[in-house]
């Protein structure tokens, strides 16, 4: 018992390995497609015109631009403060006016202040600076070109958009036709070996009867014609076959080796 369950399994294994990997129409067509290299190079193309579009929508977009700078003086950046001697100047004619007032009160001068003494020299910048800037720039109108940019980039992608989807189509068409046309001829084989076999059958009955001389030779001649008959349209039907798969295995870009149902 156990013998023959390994047979069985054994069998089993073998016919699945013989026949190779079976095929559905979903399965065809997208292994078709994946393996195509006209649809391949159509998708490419179908991407490349993406990165047109994108590029010359980005030329209608704002443009921000950020500048971070950061400076450090190493050496003192003091320079003379111009305010110290304008200051001096004027303490210098307020106190030769209050002078002239001290010995003649009846001159009719008016009293002038001192100004405080700023420091006598100032620093030009702090020893570190750090300056941050940000800019906005939104093309408005560059003699058309954004426009006519984005209308070309448009035409681009739509035409390699209907060219994908044609080789797609192409592909998925020729598909279908190697599928139902293995299809059709399987089941004519089938038919065929079921013709095969009843004229077998008719033969040998047609013969059993002539050997008794119930049937003429009449009879037996043309069941002996029609087994040969048959037999052409089978090894046709096989070779008619073989060419459909061989064509489909070409179309779905399967290796040359190894079978598939």
């Known amino acids: 018992m156990r013998n023959s369950t390994v047979i069985t399994i054994f069998l089993l294994m073998t016919g699945i390995l013989l026949r190779g990997e079976v095929y559905d129409l979903k399965k065809a067509i997208s292994t078709a497609l994946a393996n195509n290299e006209t649809v391949q190079s159509a998708e490419k193309e179908l991407e490349k015109s993406e990165y047109v579009y994108n590029e010359a929508f980005s030329g ?6 950020a500048n971070l700078t950061y400076l450090r003086n190493l050496y003192s950046s003091k320079i003379t403060n111009m305010e110290y ?3 001096a100047m004027s303490n210098g004619i307020a ?6 007032l001290d010995y003649h009160p009846d001159s009719g001068l008016p ?9 006598e ?9 750090i300056k941050a800037e940000l800019s906005l720039i939104q093309p408005i109108w560059l003699g058309g070109k954004v426009g006519t940019a984005l209308e070309i980039a448009v035409i681009f992608k739509d035409l390699n958009t209907k060219a994908y989807e044609l080789e797609k189509n192409k592909v998925v068409t ?6 139902y046309q293995i299809l059709v001829l399987k089941e004519t084989q089938r038919v065929m070996n079921l013709v095969r076999s009843d004229a077998y059958k008719n033969l040998e009955k047609v013969e059993k ?5 119930l049937v003429s030779e009449y009879d037996m001649i043309q069941a002996r014609v029609r087994v040969k008959s048959v037999e052409p349209k089978i090894t046709s039907i096989n070779n008619y076959l073989d060419l459909a798969k061989e064509y489909m295995r070409i179309n779905m870009g399967l290796p040359g080796d190894g079978d598939f149902d």
């Open 60 to 65: 209608a977009l704002p443009k921000v631009e």
């Open 85 to 87: 001697y304008l200051s």
């Open 95 to 100: 106190g030769l006016n209050n002078t002239i």
């Open 111 to 119: 009293e002038m202040t001192l100004s405080e003494m700023p420091d």
């Open 121 to 129: 020299d100032t620093e030009a910048m702090s020893n570190n600076t």
């Open 174 to 179: 020729e598909i279908k036709k190697n599928f």
């Open 209 to 213: 009867l002539f050997a008794e001389g």
